[in-house]
């Protein structure tokens, strides 16, 4: 019998226990985590992402802010923007919603945050501390699907996992998260030779490919756990992820829906982590 992942729902109580912490932390030292998204330009679909990041933070009681900045700000200005925000201690997390513009070096403006600020995890300070062992902000949507297997009792030590995609966002840092559960982890990609022959033998499978329905059943072994990163549209415009979720499923002992799964763990480990980054500044 395949147990469906239920991220919303996992989601909801999660959000629920940030908001019960946010309200002790006031009551008991008068600090209110806050979180600002810098957003760049008018791109419709971040619009929507910051949106719920937003709402999540307003619920959470959280102070929260979106800095809106025009299409065509120089990257010295943005820069600039970072600079306040890093300095000005009423703001725990800083977010700057992705892409950006062409003309702006993404890389330099990640290496600008404050690490202990960065709450999406993709500074390489935070990433280099997640590789060597010692993590402290890690991205969200791998700390979300760690959550996922802590609440549904996936006992990870020592079980074979194959994880598909490369990213910076999912791939890298879900891999070492797994390796740091005593997994043996596989890191595979789209130019991975006989890719299905190696998750098959997967017994957590991870998919990040970004490609709508990639993964079907010739990739999944009976009784696999599958966690499906991806959102894609098909080819009727419906929304859907990176596993062939018909196919897949009645293999699977485990899986995630696509949407309702990884999606809503995404925005509520970023509240979590600035609800963390707000408590350790009472310990500087």
Sequence with gaps: MTTIIDGKALATKLQGEIAEKTVRLKEETGV???LVVIVVGDNPASKIYVRNKERSAIAAGFRSEVRQLPENISQDELLEV???????SLWHGILVQLPLPKHIDADAVLLAIDPTKDVDGFHPLNMGRLWAGN???????PAGIMEMFKEYGIDLEGK???VIGRSNIVGKPMAQLLLAKNATVTLTHSRTHHLP???KRADILVVAIGRAKFVTADFVKEGAVVIDVGMNRDENGKLCGDVDFDSVAPLASHITPVPGGVGPMTVTMLMEQTYEAAVRTLKK
């Design 160 to 162: 074979r996992a194959v």
């Design 82 to 88: 970072i600079e306040h925000y890093n300095q000005d």
């Design 135 to 141: 993590p402290i902000m890690v991205p969200s949507t």
């Design 32 to 34: 209110v985590p806050g």
């Design 197 to 199: 022959k190696i998750a």
